[in-house]
């Protein structure tokens, strides 16, 4: 019904920069938050930022003045720029998304929590 499809991820040297989009498409009446997870090897899965529909943002502390997120609401799109990227930041990082569904082309049907499928950020020394 819905997907998220991330793009962006790749290998950077430190003190470089990324941009990560993710695009959600499909049965969305409305979309809330959106945000940015990542998981790094034998880790598990933490929030690095979420933006709401009205655009207040929250940030780890990890990322805090180096990572901004962003979004476009009419192409229900988020982005993530990460600068001064760290090895660290090394991880798969997924989109998030609390979709609330349409249901006949116009009413509003159920929420929905949707995952993208991963992309790959790899930050070397």
């Known amino acids: 019904q819905v997907q998220l499809v991330e793009s962006g991820g790749g290998l950077v040297q430190a003190g470089g920069s990324l941009r990560l989009s993710c695009a959600a498409s499909g049965s969305i009446f409305s979309i809330n938050a959106m945000g940015w997870y990542r998981q790094a090897p034998g880790k598990q899965r933490e929030l690095v930022a979420v933006?709401?529909?009205?655009?207040?943002?929250n940030y780890a502390d990890s990322v805090k003045g180096r990572f901004t997120i962003s979004r476009d609401n009419a192409k229900n799109t988020v982005y993530l720029q990460m600068n001064s990227l760290k090895p660290e930041d090394t991880a798969v990082y997924y989109c998030?998304?609390?979709?609330?569904?349409?249901?006949?082309?116009?009413?509003?049907?159920?929420?929905?929590?949707?995952w993208g499928q991963g992309t790959l950020v790899t930050v070397s020394s």
């Open positions: 998030n998304a609390d979709v609330r569904t349409v249901i006949a082309g116009t009413l509003p049907g159920r929420y929905l929590e949707v």
């Open positions: 933006i709401t529909s009205g655009g207040t943002t």
